[in-house]
Antibody
C-alpha cells in the first residue's frame, strides 16, 4: 500500500541543522509532488514547502527562504527536508505529505507519521 | 498571502448531533478548499477535497460545501470517533498552501 515513513526523533541545539527523511513506497515516486508541513506543540498546521520529485524543483514558504532545503533521492524514493539555523520556535512535529495531484492538485492524501524535532540548549 | 479563518475555534457536541464548521478565505479561492481531521498524536487525514468531494474511504456523514470565500464542513449524526480537530486548507495557490487555525470538536 502507499506509505510515507519518516525518520526518527531529533534533538538539536540552537543554531544547528536538522535533516528529516521521508521514504515513500507503493506508488511511482516521480508522479506525485511532496509537501512538508509542521505543527508546533498545541498549534495548527503550517505549510513549509513542496518538491517535484521528477525534476527536483521546489517551492518554499517565504518565511523559510534561505534556511530550508528539500531534496530527493530517486534511487530510494526518499525526500529530505533540511532546516538550518534552528531556534526554539522550530520545535515541532514535521510531516511529509503527498499531493494527490489527480483529480485536483494541492490536497494532501497520504501523510507520513511525523518526526518530532526539539530544539533546546 | 491568502488567510484562512475557521469558526468556531472549539465546539462541544453530543453523539448523534449534526455539526457544521465554517472556513473563510481572505480572497476568492474558487473551489480549492480541502478539509482534514486530526486526532491527538496522529497525522492529519484528508476528508474532503475540492470543497465537496469525499475522499475515498471517508464515511458519507461527512460533507463539504461552498465556493469563493465561504466554505463549510458538516458532520451528520456524530460518532464517537469523530471527536477530533478539523482543519481547512486552501490549494488555490498550489503548490503554495495555507491552513485554517483548526476547530477542536469535543464531546459535550
Amino acid at each position: 500500500q502507499v506509505q510515507l515513513v519518516q525518520s526518527g526523533v531529533e534533538v538539536k541545539k540552537p543554531g544547528a541543522s536538522v535533516k528529516v527523511a521521508c521514504k515513500t513506497s507503493g506508488y511511482t515516486f516521480t508522479r506525485y509532488g511532496l509537501n512538508w508541513v509542521r505543527q508546533a506543540p498545541g498549534q495548527g498546521l503550517e505549510w513549509m514547502g513542496y518538491i517535484r520529485p521528477y525534476n527536483g524543483d521546489t517551492d518554499y514558504e517565504q518565511k523559510f527562504q534561505g534556511r530550508l532545503t528539500m531534496t530527493t533521492d530517486t534511487s530510494t524514493s526518499t525526500v529530505y527536508m533540511e532546516l538550518r539555523g534552528l531556534t526554539s520556535d522550530d520545535t515541532a512535529i514535521y510531516f511529509c505529505a503527498r499531493d494527490m495531484t489527480y483529480p485536483v492538485k494541492g490536497a494532501f492524501d497520504i501523510w507520513g507519521q511525523g518526526t518530532m524535532v526539539t530544539v533546546s540548549s | 498571502d491568502i488567510q484562512m479563518t475557521q469558526s468556531p475555534s472549539s465546539l462541544s457536541a453530543s453523539v448523534g448531533d449534526r455539526v457544521t464548521i465554517t472556513c473563510r478565505a481572505s480572497q476568492s479561492i474558487d473551489y480549492f478548499l480541502n478539509w482534514y481531521q486530526q486526532k491527538p498524536g496522529r497525522a492529519p487525514k484528508l476528508l474532503i477535497y475540492a470543497a465537496s468531494s469525499l475522499q475515498s474511504g471517508v464515511p458519507s456523514r461527512f460533507s463539504g460545501s461552498g465556493s469563493g470565500t465561504h466554505f463549510s464542513l458538516t458532520i451528520n449524526s456524530l460518532q464517537p470517533e469523530d471527536f477530533a480537530t478539523y482543519f481547512c486548507q486552501q490549494s488555490y495557490t498550489s503548490p503554495v498552501s495555507s491552513f485554517g487555525q483548526g476547530t477542536n470538536l469535543e464531546i459535550k
